[in-house]
C-alpha cells in the first residue's frame, strides 16, 4: 500500500512539473519538467558510478594506452553500421562512403577494427545515431531525460537510441544478446574511462553537477547535429555575449 | 608507439615546428605560410602567448605547488577580465543583484576559479597545444582554435573567445569539445538563483570554498 502511495505522488509530481512547465534555465534551450524525477535518477546514476562503473573504469585505465585505443576502435568499428544507415539517412551521402570505406579497412586490414589504419588513411572517424538523425529532420529535442544508467538525454534522442538499438544496428540482433550486452558494458567502461578527469573535476567544483551534466549533455549534443561546426556564431552562443552590452554600463567591478 | 593506432587527423604539426617557422618568418620578414596564415591575428598570438607562459609555469620544476598556483593566478588576471566573466555567467540575474551581491559574486567566481585551477594542476601531464586559427565573429570578439595533445589520449579541440577592450585583449570564454564554461556555468547558476535566490547561489559558492571535511 505505501508503495503505490508513493508512486501515486511521484506521478503527481511528474504530472504537476509537466503542466507547470517552469521556464529552462537561462542557457539552456532545453525545457526540464521532470526536473525532480531526473534529479533522483542522477542521484541513483552516481551512485552506481561510485559503487561500480567508477571503480572498474579506473582499474580498466591501469592498461597500456595501446590496449585501450585497441578496445576503442573495436567498439567503434562495431558501431559503423549504424553510423553508416544514419548517414544515409541524414543524405550525408559522402560521410555514408567515408563511414563505409571505415569499416571496409578497418574490418580487413584493420584486423576486425583492432587497428583504425582508415583514419591513417584519410578516413576520419565521426559518429551519428537516429537521434541526431531526428534532429536533421527537424524534431525538437523534447523534455530533458535522465536515464537510469544511459545517463543524460532527450525525448528525441531516446527514442532514436530506442530506434538505433532495436531496427538498425545489426550487432545485437545477429550475434545475440549476450555480444549485445558485452558491447554495452565495453562502450560504458571506456566511455566511463575516458571522460575520468571530466566526473572527477565536476564532483568536485560544480555548484550543481546535476545542471552542469544537463547543460554540457545538450551543447555536446548540438555540436554532434552541426557535425563538429563550433558554437561560434550559433544564435543563442553569441546572443549571450551580445546581452552584456546592455548591463555592462551598470557593471560596477 | 600508439602511432598507427592514433586517431587524429587534419594539419597535424607539433608546436616545435609552429614556433620554428613563426621564427624563421621573423627572421625572414615574411608570414609564415600554410601552418598560421592565422596565427598573425592578434587574438591568436594573444592565445599562444598566454598558452606559452602556462607550460612555462606547469614546466618550471624550480616552482613548488603554492608558487605555481601563485604564477597561474596571476596569468589569469592578466588575461581574463573575471569581473566580465562572472557578469556573463550570471547573465540577467546580474542586473537583479545588488552592488554588495554582485561584488561577493565577482571575488567568489575567482576564488573557485584558482581552486578549480589547483585541483586541475595535479592532473597536468604533459599536455602540449597547437594553435590551428582565428576567426572574427563580430567587431569585438575572435574564436581561437587550438588542439591540446594529451599523451596517450586523443587530442581534445578547444576554442578560445577572446575580446579586444579598447586594444586590451582578454579570454573570456573556453569551449572545449563545443561545451563552453560561459554557458555550462550559467547555465547552474540560473538553476541555483532560480531555486533559492542570489543569496542561494552566494552560499552554495562559499561552501564549496570551505575546505573538504
Known amino acids: 500500500m505505501r508503495t503505490s502511495v508513493s508512486h501515486n505522488r511521484l506521478i503527481g509530481v511528474a504530472l504537476s512539473t509537466l503542466l507547470a512547465a517552469p521556464l529552462p534555465a537561462a542557457a539552456a534551450e532545453v525545457a526540464d519538467p521532470l526536473e525532480p524525477i531526473n534529479r533522483t535518477i542522477f542521484g541513483l546514476n552516481e551512485l552506481v558510478d561510485v559503487m561500480l562503473l567508477g571503480p572498474v573504469a579506473q582499474a580498466y585505465g591501469e592498461l597500456p594506452s595501446p590496449v585501450r585505443t585497441g578496445v576503442r576502435n573495436v567498439l567503434d568499428n562495431l558501431r559503423a553500421p549504424v553510423t553508416f544507415v544514419n548517414d544515409l539517412l541524414q543524405g550525408e551521402t559522402d560521410r555514408a562512403g567515408n563511414t563505409f570505406a571505415r569499416l571496409f579497412i578497418n574490418s580487413t586490414i584493420g584486423i576486425f577494427g583492432l587497428f583504425d589504419l582508415a583514419s591513417e588513411f584519410g578516413y576520419p572517424k565521426h559518429r551519428e545515431d537516429f537521434g541526431q538523425t531526428l534532429a536533421v529532420w527537424g524534431v525538437r529535442d523534447g523534455a530533458f531525460l535522465m536515464l537510469p544508467l544511459l545517463g543524460p538525454s532527450t525525448v528525441r534522442d531516446a527514442a532514436g537510441w530506442v530506434v538505433d538499438t532495436a531496427a538498425i544496428d545489426p550487432i545485437g540482433q545477429l550475434a545475440g544478446s549476450e555480444v549485445g550486452l558485452a558491447r554495452a558494458a565495453g562502450e560504458a567502461v571506456d566511455t566511463r574511462q575516458r571522460l575520468d578527469p571530466v566526473v572527477q573535476d565536476v564532483r568536485r567544483n560544480s555548484l550543481d553537477p546535476y545542471a552542469t551534466v544537463r547543460s554540457a549533455y545538450l551543447q555536446r549534443r548540438a555540436v554532434e547535429i552541426r557535425n563538429g561546426r563550433p558554437a561560434a556564431g550559433e544564435r543563442n552562443y553569441e546572443a549571450i555575449f551580445r546581452e552584456e552590452n546592455d548591463n555592462a554600463g551598470a557593471a560596477g567591478d | ?213
Open chain 2, 1 to 213: 608507439m600508439p602511432a598507427p593506432l592514433a586517431i587524429d587527423r587534419g594539419p597535424r604539426r607539433p608546436r616545435r615546428d609552429v614556433l620554428a617557422l613563426l621564427a624563421l618568418a621573423a627572421l625572414a620578414g615574411v608570414h609564415p605560410g600554410a601552418v598560421a596564415a592565422t596565427l598573425p591575428v592578434p587574438a591568436a598570438r594573444f592565445i599562444d602567448t598566454l598558452g606559452q607562459r602556462v607550460l612555462a609555469v606547469l614546466n618550471d620544476n624550480r616552482l613548488d605547488r603554492t608558487a605555481r598556483l601563485e604564477r597561474l593566478a596571476s596569468i589569469l588576471d592578466e588575461a581574463t577580465d573575471l569581473g566580465l566573466v562572472a557578469r556573463l555567467v550570471l547573465g540577467r540575474y546580474w542586473r537583479e543583484a545588488s552592488e554588495a551581491q554582485r561584488r561577493e559574486f565577482v571575488t567568489l567566481f575567482r576564488r573557485l576559479l584558482l581552486k578549480t585551477m589547483a585541483d586541475r594542476l595535479d592532473t597536468y601531464g604533459g599536455e602540449t597545444y597547437e594553435v590551428l586559427a582565428a576567426q572574427a565573429v563580430d567587431d569585438r570578439d575572435t574564436m581561437v582554435a587550438t588542439r591540446i595533445r594529451r599523451p596517450g589520449a586523443e587530442p581534445i579541440a578547444v576554442d578560445w573567445r577572446v575580446r579586444d577592450l579598447g586594444g586590451r585583449l582578454v579570454l573570456i570564454d573556453i569551449v572545449a569539445e563545443g561545451v563552453s564554461m560561459v554557458v555550462t556555468q550559467r547555465s547552474e547558476a540560473a538553476e541555483i538563483v532560480g531555486r533559492s535566490g542570489i543569496d542561494g547561489l552566494l552560499a552554495e559558492m562559499r561552501r564549496r570554498l570551505e575546505p573538504a571535511a
